[in-house]
């Protein structure tokens, strides 16, 4: 989209009607071997005394438990996600003249900004549980002599 001076670029990419099956250490195990990070998922785990209303299996250093193969891990990992996003300001060129300069743009971009998913600990364009969604947001100005 241009309009006068101002530029901005939007991309939407997603997918629907899918379901991945969560089978990694970091989601079945996240203290696999002593290191890992718990998430908010895991704070509705069994524990002693809680009940049978826990969302989540129990959480443990040392137990295969939750390696068992079960329909709980399959979740639907249908997302739409704001992939990038540009905004930008052409200068006009009678302010630039002066100063030897034909073009100048600001800009301020990101990537990965939102993600509606039901999937949340992780990236569900992903295979690989251990690491969130990277966003990046950069501002930039172009200048042409």
Do not use: C
């Not at 704070?43 to 295969?64: C, E, I």
């Not at 939750?66 to 704001?82: I, Q």
């Amino acid at each position: 989209f241009n309009w006068k001076h101002l530029d901005f670029t939007i991309f939407f990419q997603g997918l629907g009607n899918f379901d991945t099956y969560q089978s990694t250490a970091g989601i079945h195990w996240p203290m696999y071997n002593g290191r890992g990070n718990a998430t908010y998922e895991h704070l509705d785990r069994w524990q002693p005394g809680s009940g049978q209303d826990a969302s989540y299996p129990r959480l443990s250093f040392n137990t295969t438990n939750n390696y068992a193969t079960s329909s709980f891990w399959v979740k639907d990992a249908s997302f739409l996600r704001l992939k990038h996003l540009e905004l930008g300001y052409n200068f006009a060129p009678t302010l630039l003249q002066s100063a030897g300069i034909s073009k100048a743009r600001l800009f301020v971009n990101g990537s990965n900004l939102l993600t509606w998913s039901a999937i949340t600990a992780f990236d569900p364009e992903s295979s690989d549980t251990r690491y969130p969604i990277t966003r990046a947001v950069s501002v930039g100005l172009n200048i042409n002599f």
